[in-house]
């Protein structure tokens, strides 16, 4: 199984990002997915996490109406959209799977990780 994120990289605050996770060696659809981050010094935090179909989704408080995922099963990818991004986002993204029916917000909870990409926001 891998998981490769990417889309990362330097923005100004304010501005946008899309960030994708490209999945092989496990059959997608099955799989809820999830976004985590880790911003220097500090442990690794929810973001957001989307069921097998699309729906339902569900956001940490701190990114709720900034940030979307979504997904394209057919092209087994998983995007993140970070919209009024602000310095406070500078982390490096993670992407996660797990065959579960529910949306975890814990990371013990998934199976499967990608190396993360990294995401910097300059005042």
């Known amino acids: 199984v891998q998981l490769v994120e990417s889309g990362g990289g330097l923005v100004q605050a304010g501005g946008s990002l899309r960030l994708s996770c490209a999945a092989s060696?496990?059959?997608?659809?099955?799989?809820?997915m999830g976004w985590f981050r880790q911003a220097p010094g500090k442990e690794r935090e929810f973001v957001s996490t989307?069921?097998?179909?699309?729906?339902?989704?569900n956001y940490a408080d701190s990114v709720k109406g900034r940030f979307t995922i979504s997904r394209d099963n057919a092209r087994r990818t998983v995007y993140l959209q970070l919209n009024s991004m602000s310095t406070e986002d500078t982390a490096v993204y993670y992407c996660?799977?797990?065959?579960?029916?529910?949306?975890?917000?814990?990371?013990?909870?998934?199976?499967?990780w990608g190396q993360g990409t990294q995401v910097t926001v300059s005042a």
């Open positions: 996660a799977a797990v065959m579960r029916p529910r949306l975890p917000k814990d990371e013990s909870e998934y199976t499967y």
């Open positions: 060696g496990l059959t997608f659809s099955y799989y809820t």
């Open positions: 989307i069921n097998w179909s699309g729906s339902p989704t």
